[in-house]
C-alpha cells in the first residue's frame, strides 16, 4: 500500500478553498509586505521579474512599477488574476497574468532575472518541487525573494486555531510555516543558492475589533470561509470564540482597535 499523500488531490482542493471568497480583498492588507520586498531585491529596470502564487498582484504591479514592463504573475486562481490585470490596468503597468501551480510553472529554465512569492508558494504542498521551480526559472546570479508567515507568528497561529475545529492537514504533508524559517529555507534552495539573507518583519492589520476583523475574514478569506463551511452550524460558535479570543490576545491597540502585527520571513537568495 502507497502511503504517500496525493499531492496533486491536495492542491486542487487548495486550488478550490484560494477561489472562495474574495482573497483579492484581503490582499490590501499585505501590499506593503511586497513593497518591501520587492525594494530589497533591488529590482532595476528591463529586468523580467515573476511573481509566483501573486494572487491579485501585489508582487507584480510593484515589481512592474521599478521594470518598467517585462513582469509576471501567476497563480492557479483565474479570477484573482483578473483583478491583478484590473488593477495593473487602473495603473498603466504592463504586467502579464499567467495561470499556473506553483509546483510546475509554465517558463523556461532561467527565462527570469527575480522570482519571488509574498505568502503564497509557501502554501503548496509540495514544497521541494516548489522550491525546485523557483530556482529553476531564475538565471544564475538572479534572485529570488520571499516573504512567508513564522511558526510562531500570528497568521500561523490563526491557521492552528482554525485546524483545531476542522481537524489537522492531510497526514505526510510538510506545514506551510516551515517555509517561515531560514532553516528549512536553506534546506529547500539547498546548492541551488549562493547567498541567502533572511530577515525576520512584521506586518500590521488594522480593524476596528475583533468582530469587524472575523466578518471581513468570513467574507473574503477562502480559508476561514472553508473552516465555517467545515464546522457548519454545530460547530460555529466554538469556531468564533477560538479565534475572537486568540484575536483580543494578540491585539496590540487595546481599547481603541484591534490591531495584529503578524510576524514574517523576510527572504532573498542569490541564485547559484
Ligand atoms: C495568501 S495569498 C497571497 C497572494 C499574493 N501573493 C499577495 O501577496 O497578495 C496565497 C495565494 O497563493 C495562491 N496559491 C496557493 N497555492 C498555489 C499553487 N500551488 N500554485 C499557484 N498559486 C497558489 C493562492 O491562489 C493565493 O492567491
Redesign the pocket.
Known amino acids: 500500500m502507497n502511503d504517500a499523500p496525493d499531492l496533486a488531490a491536495i492542491?486542487r482542493m487548495?486550488?478550490q478553498t484560494?477561489?472562495e471568497g474574495d482573497?483579492a480583498m484581503?490582499?490590501s492588507l499585505?501590499v506593503n509586505?511586497?513593497e518591501v520586498l520587492v525594494e530589497a531585491l533591488e529590482i532595476v529596470p528591463d529586468e523580467r521579474v515573476l511573481?509566483?502564487?501573486?494572487?491579485?498582484?501585489?508582487?507584480a504591479i510593484a515589481a512592474a512599477r521599478r521594470t518598467w514592463g517585462n513582469t509576471v504573475g501567476?497563480?492557479?486562481?483565474p479570477a484573482?488574476l483578473e483583478r491583478g490585470r484590473e488593477r495593473a490596468s487602473a495603473e498603466r503597468l504592463e504586467v502579464e497574468f499567467v495561470e499556473?501551480?506553483?509546483?510546475n510553472l509554465p517558463f523556461e529554465d532561467a527565462s527570469f532575472d527575480v522570482a519571488m512569492?509574498?505568502?503564497?508558494?509557501m502554501?503548496?504542498?509540495d514544497q521541494e518541487r516548489?522550491a525546485a521551480e523557483l530556482l529553476r526559472v531564475v538565471k544564475p546570479g538572479g534572485r529570488i525573494g520571499m516573504?512567508n508567515w513564522t511558526p510562531d507568528g500570528g497568521v500561523a497561529q490563526m491557521f492552528l486555531t482554525m485546524l483545531k475545529h476542522t481537524g489537522g492537514p492531510p497526514p505526510g504533508v510538510m506545514p506551510p510555516i516551515l517555509w517561515g524559517t531560514e532553516e528549512r529555507v536553506r534546506e529547500l534552495f539547498g546548492e541551488g543558492i549562493s547567498e541567502l539573507r533572511a530577515e525576520k518583519l512584521k506586518s500590521r492589520q488594522v480593524f476596528r475589533s475583533a468582530d469587524h476583523y472575523l466578518g471581513f475574514f468570513r467574507a473574503y478569506f477562502g480559508p476561514i470561509k472553508a473552516a465555517y463551511e467545515k464546522v457548519g452550524p454545530a460547530g460555529e460558535a466554538a469556531l468564533t470564540a477560538d479565534l475572537r479570543s486568540f484575536l483580543e490576545e494578540v491585539n496590540t491597540a487595546g481599547e481603541r482597535a484591534l490591531v495584529i502585527e503578524p510576524e514574517y520571513l523576510q527572504v532573498v537568495a542569490t541564485r547559484a
Do not use: K
Open positions: 492542491t487548495q486550488q484560494w477561489s482573497f484581503v490582499a499585505v509586505a511586497a511573481d509566483v502564487a501573486c494572487g491579485s498582484g501585489n508582487g501567476a497563480d492557479f486562481v484573482l499556473a501551480d506553483a509546483q512569492s509574498i505568502f503564497g508558494a502554501f503548496a504542498p516548489t516573504a
